[in-house]
């Protein structure tokens, strides 16, 4: 069983960091690629990084690549993401998920790759 809790969030000035964590209380958190997905009003959910069970191999949306970074340890059956040099346009509910695919490069960006999912945790950036 698969359960994803999220934390971290909240409201932080432009240029600011925020590191979100995500535990699972699950058995089999080394056998999942975990992904970390937005959603901003209006908008349609978007991907923004994933880091593989398999190698800690990790994938990056353009939009967040270099100030952003993903991150996992499997010892305490969490993934982490740490958000640096943070933009209003970061504003939204961040989601944790998994799968139990191996994800290489691009291969699990789409929502639909992933089975599991947290409840979200709000990010503000006020400019």
């Known amino acids: 069983q698969v359960q994803l809790v999220e934390s971290g969030g909240g409201l932080v000035q432009a240029g600011g960091s925020l590191r979100l964590s995500c535990a699972d209380s699950?058995?089999?958190?080394?056998?999942?690629?975990m992904g970390w997905f937005r959603q901003a009003p209006g908008k349609e959910r978007e991907f923004v990084a994933d880091?593989?069970?398999?190698?800690?191999?990790?994938y990056y949306a353009d939009s967040v690549k270099g100030r952003f970074t993903i991150s996992r340890d499997n010892a305490k059956n969490a993934a982490y993401l740490q958000m640096d040099s943070l933009k209003p346009e970061d504003t939204a509910v961040y989601y944790c998920?998994?799968?139990?695919?191996?994800?290489?490069?691009?291969?699990?960006?789409?929502?639909?790759?992933?089975?599991?999912w947290g409840q979200g945790t709000q990010v503000t950036v006020s400019s």
């Open positions: 699950g058995r089999t958190f080394s056998t999942l690629t």
């Open positions: 880091i593989s069970w398999s190698d800690s191999m990790t």
């Open positions: 998920s998994a799968t139990r695919a191996y994800c290489p490069g691009n291969g699990c960006i789409n929502p639909g790759a992933y089975a599991y």
